[in-house]
């Protein structure tokens, strides 16, 4: 009886270990979870514990628990390599991968500063650098079968995300420093075989300078310190914007730039007016409403004395 046990855990691993291959993952966790239940060889149920764990994080590539589950089973027994699917995987590299997962999805997940947010991000860049370098990354060889994710195509990609994170910070206090952050995005997207049409077009828009057509204040960023608002410009106010440095109006000559402080402030201003006219025509719309009901209760009494 017991040597039925102890087949029966190690053949519901087995059936676990091919329905990996088949990419039937959900099955393949009931497999390992019942094998643990089970009396078998206690190298399947390590391994079984370890297939779980990254079962789980293929669900979930962005929870940094799954990855800290993992290398603590990593730590606790000696894998060696070992097979997911169709990968061969070694466990001391896959220890350095789960690493730099914790380390890449706090630095993206950091929620403050964006200087401090990008030097993490740079810094994990460094890491896949210099830990991995050319070599494909198992997480992605093991649950896509993709073999052309290096730890160098992952540092340029979250150097790109760096610079991208910095450029949207910067631009709101120095938009020219922001525009070159985005131009350093948009050479690393490039690099990854990218568009990086986004942060090109970011990069131009933060680097536009335009002057407010109300107050004459200079400013760069399109977008952010200065928007366009739809006025045609005709005529002499046409010919007054040619031929300068920084325009006062759009290139098709149908709005005028006006800095983000007039912008506001105009709004700000437009928004009071709507609503004192707005509050003043509720008031006659009541006021109306209690003459209409008046004059219908007189009209109501009015035919009840005819009708006697
Ligand atoms: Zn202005």
Redesign the pocket.
Known sequence: MGFNLFKNGDQLFDEGVDLVKRNDYQRAREKFSDTLEKEGSENKKALARLYIALIDTGSNRENIGYYKSISALLAQHNYGTFEFGLSKVPADELQVECELAVIELEATKFNGDYMEKGQKMLAAAQRYQADIGDRPLHFEEMYKGNTNATGSREALILQAMAYETMGRGAVHDDPKQGAEYMQMAYNLRRMIGDSGEDDLKAMKAYARSGK??????PISGEGIH?IAVPSPVEGAFRKADEGKMIKSCSEDSKSIY??????NAISNRADQISQKYYDQSIQQMRAMEARLEAEIQSVRSSIIMVRR
């Open positions: 407010c057509w109300l107050c004459g204040r200065f006006m800095c983000m402080p007039c912008y």
